[in-house]
């Protein structure tokens, strides 16, 4: 079965850099066409889609948080790393990992995400 | 980047109502659309992908169409337990957007 949990801290400092852990089991990032993403939903609003690497280790990014996120995975341990630089208060939110497939059986586009994490809530205050 | 705009942003309807929802991209992506439902406090879970495929072990009531800019999600029949917010999302190709969510609510 498919499980997904992110780590991370609850609360950092304006300016200060974030670093979310999805740890993952019941799927591979070695898989051919597997991908995870990170995405937030600020509380009371809308989800964010922000950043997406796949099994050839492609990585995509929100265009508008592009210069501040990376991405990286860590197959040996089944897990996914986002970092977020220069944090600031409209950053908090609560932040989800979701797997996804990143093409289907005819190589079209299926980026759409079937399994969540739980989420983690982050706070940005001083 | 495209855009999705969803409406209305919020409604209430009765049990037992046709409830629809429009979803709108701001440039053709075939039919490559899903919709999530997010209950209160809870994670979002995927309802529909293609535009108009069911997820497995979603009720019947709920069903997607649309193609290119202009998708709709319809639940047909309104039950307590759909008291929601529903987000669409695309995905041909990055990055992979969100409507801004539309409230579902009981009259």
């Known amino acids: 079965q498919v499980t997904l949990r992110e780590s991370g801290p609850a609360l950092v400092k304006p300016t200060q850099t974030l670093t979310l852990t999805c740890s993952f089991s019941?799927?591979?990032?070695?898989?051919?066409?597997?991908?995870v993403s990170w995405i937030r939903q600020p509380p009371g609003k809308a989800l964010e889609w922000l950043a997406l690497?796949?099994?050839?280790?492609?990585?995509y990014y929100s265009t508008s948080l592009k210069t501040r996120l990376t991405i990286s995975k860590d197959t040996s341990k089944d897990q996914v790393v986002l970092t977020m630089t220069n944090m600031d208060p409209v950053d908090t939110a609560t932040y989800y990992c979701?797997?996804?497939?990143?093409?289907?059986?005819?190589?079209?586009?299926?980026?759409?995400?079937?399994?969540w994490g739980q989420g983690t809530l982050v706070a940005v205050s001083s | 980047d495209i855009q999705m705009t969803q409406s209305p942003s919020s409604l209430s309807a009765s049990v037992g109502d046709r409830v629809t929802i429009t979803c709108r991209a701001s440039q053709g992506i075939s039919n490559y659309l899903a919709w999530y439902q997010q209950k209160p406090g809870k994670v979002p879970k995927v309802l529909i992908y293609g535009a108009s495929t069911l997820q497995s072990g979603v009720p019947s009531r709920f069903s997607g169409s649309g193609s290119g800019t202009d998708f709709t999600l319809t639940i047909s029949g309104l039950q307590p337990e759909d008291v929601a917010t529903y987000y669409c999302?695309?995905?041909?190709?990055?990055?992979?957007?969100f409507g801004q969510g539309t409230k579902v609510e009981i009259k």
């Open positions: 979701a797997r996804s497939n990143f093409y289907d059986s005819i190589g079209q586009p299926f980026v759409y995400f079937d399994y």
């Open positions: 019941g799927f591979s990032l070695i898989t051919t066409g597997m991908s």
């Open positions: 690497i796949n099994w050839d280790d492609d990585k």
């Open positions: 999302q695309k995905y041909n190709s990055a990055p992979w957007t």
